[in-house]
């Protein structure tokens, strides 16, 4: 059964780091493509970049370009998300997902993870 | 940037009914289009890709067509549990592959 189990709710201020984390299993990890998107307090879904594990080859939405970084590890079959100096308007839910090799769409999905910024 | 419109942006049915949501995009995406279905607390499920295949475990309830600018996916014999919001999504165009902004299917 394919999976990918986020890392859990985090609460930060404004100017920490952090880097959420999207567990693959069930899988190939190093053969399909993870997508991360962002979803603010009752808004809809946004397309913030993708991965492929097996190279590290890495694509950015230009919206998210400079803003956060995305990598992985294969060797644990563990894709992240990370911001160097976090915002309010960072808070959101972030969901990773699964590409198809053959398409572009997200077939599986994580859980989420809610990241809220607040002093 | 390919923009995703989607109507209406809440659509109110009754049970056994059939909803129409509809999805527009501001350039041909030819059938680069997939829609996922969103129920509260819940990640976004996919229901349908390449315009009009169901996803593996998705019931024939649910149809997508559509080429070019204009998408529909049609729900027949709307149930509860269809209550959702639902998004349309680009995958012709990158960067980036664009979401529509969603529509809010309630059951009467």
């Known amino acids: 059964e394919v999976q990918l189990v986020q890392s859990g709710t985090e609460v930060k201020k404004p100017g920490e780091s952090l880097k959420i984390s999207c567990k693959g299993s069930?899988?190939?990890?190093?053969?399909?493509?993870i997508g991360w998107v962002r979803q603010m307090p009752g808004k809809g879904l946004e397309w913030m970049g993708i991965?492929?594990?097996?190279?590290?080859?890495?694509r950015y939405s230009p919206s998210f370009q400079g803003q956060v970084t995305i990598s992985a590890d294969k060797s644990i079959n563990t894709a992240y998300l990370q911001w160097s100096s976090l915002k309010a308007s960072d808070t959101a839910m972030y969901y990773c997902?699964?590409?198809?090799?053959?398409?572009?769409?997200?077939?599986?999905w994580g859980q989420g993870t809610l990241v809220t910024v607040s002093s | 940037e390919i923009v995703m419109t989607q109507s209406p942006a809440t659509l109110s049915v009754s049970p056994g009914e059939r909803a129409t949501l509809s999805c527009r995009a501001s350039?041909?995406?030819?059938?680069?289009l997939a829609w996922y279905q969103q129920k509260p607390g819940q990640a976004p499920r996919l229901l349908i890709y390449?315009?009009?295949t169901r996803a593996t475990g998705i019931t024939a309830r649910f149809s997508g067509s559509g080429s070019g600018t204009d998408f529909t996916l049609t729900i027949s014999s709307l149930q509860s549990e269809d209550s959702a919001v639902y998004y349309c999504?680009?995958?012709?165009?990158?960067?980036?592959?664009?979401f529509g902004q969603g529509t809010k299917l309630e059951i009467k």
């Open positions: 999504q680009q995958y012709n165009s990158w960067p980036p592959y664009t």
């Open positions: 350039q041909s995406v030819s059938t680069n």
């Open positions: 069930g899988y190939s990890f190093t053969t399909y493509w």
């Open positions: 997902a699964r590409r198809m090799t053959t398409s572009e769409f997200f077939d599986y």
């Open positions: 390449g315009a009009s």
């Open positions: 991965i492929y594990p097996g190279d590290s080859d890495t």
